[in-house]
């Protein structure tokens, strides 16, 4: 297996090329999940720990992937970081026709991008591009898309309308933004709080009322995305990352805002 990840490059999309390279079909996800793992019923002081493919391991690249190839810093910025959050998500994966053409050029090769890989993201935060799930030219879903043929498609790409600084592309840069997050995670507590104050101050929530409903509608209509939670505390990543953008617009004033939180002590 070959590993050479190209910054900003999702796992999953280098262990494929890797694949690739060495005439190997298919990708198992196995090759490239990395997942907390579950504490141990009763064992709530004992803090839970994160699996990594061996080969991470072995090479001791561990958690630089996970803070350089994975969803990971996001989920910690966000204080997603239960066994439940997906680091590393097997489907839905989406390119930039535009980043495909550039990647080629600047890197010798097309990469999936971490920051594309949201359900959420619907522009490249480079471009203000649409993000494609399947191959504009042979169709072909992006997650079984080979790296290698992105060259041979690429070529009946054509240029698309970009919407710099539209709401859609400023959740994207704000996206991105989180993705360099560095640090130990957030409290999920601790950030849904002060998410439900910074909406109570700018009159999005009425105070002490987590109005569900609105919620969905002011990011259905912000970012054209249906988030179905039932309940405001233990926001899944997607509808925690959607409500703090509606929230602060801004990662930079996020981040300020809830720097004097708590954090795990761990990842």
Not at 40 to 60: H, N
Not at 162 to 174: E, G, I, M, V
Request: hydrophobic share 35%; aromatic share 10%; proline share 5%.
């Amino acid at each position: 297996m070959i590993f050479v990840p190209i910054p900003g490059e999702y796992i999953a999309s280098a262990v494929r090329r890797g694949n690739e390279i060495l005439g190997i079909k298919g990708l198992n996800k196995l090759h490239y999940r990395i997942r907390k793992r579950p504490r141990p019923r009763g064992k709530y002081a004992k803090a839970s720990t994160i699996d990594y493919p061996k080969f991470l391991v072995s090479q001791k690249l561990s958690s630089q992937v996970l803070y350089e190839n994975t969803l990971y810093p996001l989920a910690a910025a966000l204080g997603r970081t239960a066994a439940t959050c997906v680091y590393t998500p097997p489907t839905q994966w989406k390119i930039c026709v535009q980043c495909v053409i550039d990647d080629q050029e600047n890197q010798g090769t097309a990469f999936i991008h971490r920051s594309h890989l949201m359900s959420s993201v619907s522009l490249c935060n480079i471009h203000a591009t649409k993000l494609h799930f399947t191959c504009p030219h042979c169709l072909k879903s992006i997650t079984s898309h080979e790296i290698s043929r992105f060259a041979e498609c690429s070529e009946s790409y054509t240029a698309e309308s970009a919407h710099f600084d539209s709401p859609l592309h400023q959740y994207s840069c704000f996206v991105e933004a989180l993705l360099n997050y560095k640090d130990y995670p957030f409290t999920t507590w601790g950030v849904e709080t002060k998410i439900i104050r910074k909406m109570e101050a700018k009159g999005i929530l009425e105070k002490n009322k987590a109005d569900v409903p609105l919620l969905i509608r002011l990011a259905a209509e912000t970012l054209g995305v249906d988030f179905r939670f039932e309940f405001f505390h233990r926001l899944p990543m997607e509808a925690c990352s959607a409500m703090a953008f509606l929230s602060y617009i801004s990662a930079k004033d996020y981040l300020s805002d809830i720097s004097d939180l708590p954090k795990y002590d761990h990842l």
